[in-house]
């Protein structure tokens, strides 16, 4: 059976961008595939250096994780810090990547721009750690959003070059996995690019309805459409990509309509978007709740996966130091 594996920074709770770009596709995943789902602690060091509570962290986005129905039973669910031999293969895969094609990662000029006094190492060689968290299992899809486009190429070549360099078939070059074959990106509603957590324009699915509401009615619009049939501004395309995502075709289509007809009032397509939104997350809100609540299960989840990926990664180390000549 083929196998995946994605991961999610724990620098925060998990929003509507990383359940659409990522954790949905994980929850339809796991019934197909061999399946593994971690928590990228190490990846939140790069941005985040003092990182608080950080086993709190990773509980919270494993409690949000089971709340949006992956199953430990199908797809074990692991802590990246739990699985020291990542370290191992991301050391060998870093001796084959170049600092020229590192500085030139879109993700590494845009966190150096942001974070001017801590342009760190670990920044740079962020692409390496990916594509070990990745080759380690020698897993052949990762289903992620949009934005992680750069990294996953940069996972290919590690693979490919390691190949090359050895004269070995070893590494499947992994590829990106979308929930409906398409990337996805989903946008902030404030009218700059996409949602993100460093962006501060999340909706989150802790969320609970009031807020939901808000900030979906704080939406970015414009004067309203001018001329029928004309081309959407990115502001009000991004209202749409949400009604696409939530709410129901014919709904889509009524409001496409009214677009396309200048009939369309703002104010409608946003208490559409936000009540067909409230609805979808109220009972994840809910499950994740009750999970958060089980500390100790939570735990005993962690744990069996760590157990689950260590065995997976040390497999893969091992074949590696053959190939490179180390003692096994
Ligand atoms: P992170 O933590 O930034 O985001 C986790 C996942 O959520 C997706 N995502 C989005 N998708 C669509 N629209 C958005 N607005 C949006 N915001 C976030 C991301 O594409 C991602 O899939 N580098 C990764 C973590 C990671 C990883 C890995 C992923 C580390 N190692 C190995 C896959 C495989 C990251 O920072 O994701």
């Known amino acids: 059976m083929e196998k995946v594996v994605s991961g999610i920074r724990p620098t925060g709770n998990l929003h509507l961008g990383n359940y659409f770009g990522a954790v949905r596709s994980f929850v339809k995943m ?49 802590v990246q810090s739990d699985v020291p031999e990542t370290l191992e293969l ?59 486009e750069q990294n996953m190429e940069q996972a290919r070549k590690c693979a490919r070059r390691f190949n090359n360099i050895y004269g070995v078939d070893f590494f499947p070059e992994p590829q990106n996995f979308y929930f409906s074959d398409q990337a996805i990106k989903i ?14 324009n999340c909706i989150y699915l802790r969320d609970d309805d009031k807020t939901i509401r808000k900030k979906v009615m704080k939406a970015v619009t414009d004067a309203g459409p001018q001329e029928p049939n004309s081309p959407r501004p990115e502001v009000i395309e991004n209202l749409f990509t949400f009604l696409r995502i939530v709410s129901s075709p014919e709904v889509y289509a009524h409001f496409d309509a009214q677009w396309n007809d200048c009939t369309l009032r703002y104010g409608d397509l946003k208490k559409q978007i936000a009540e067909d939104l409230c609805a979808m997350v109220a009972p994840i809100r809910e499950r994740i709740e009750a999970f958060s609540a089980d500390v100790d299960l939570l735990d005993r989840i962690a744990r069996e996966g760590a157990e689950v990926a260590r065995a997976s990664a040390a497999a893969t180390v091992r074949e590696v130091r053959k190939i490179i000549g180390f003692r096994v």
Not at 47 to 64: F, M, N, V
Not at 187 to 200: A, N, R, T, V
């Open 30 to 78: 796991q019934d197909e595939y061999d399946c593994m789902f971690f928590i990228a602690d190490w990846h939140s060091l790069t941005t985040h250096p003092k990182p608080g509570d950080i086993q709190q962290s990773a509980r919270t986005i494993l409690a949000e994780y089971l709340a949006c129905g992956i199953d430990p039973k199908k797809a074990p669910i692991y």
């Open 90 to 148: 991301y050391l060998y895969l870093n001796m084959n990547m170049y600092l020229g094609e590192l500085e030139r990662v879109t993700t590494f000029k845009e966190k150096a721009r942001k974070q001017p006094d801590n342009v760190n190492a670990g920044l740079l060689t962020y692409p390496t750690l990916m594509a070990a968290d990745i080759l380690q299992h020698r897993a052949a899809k990762v289903p992620v959003g949009k934005d992680q």
């Open 187 to 200: 946008p902030g509603l404030d009218g700059s690019g996409k949602m993100g957590k460093s962006e501060g």
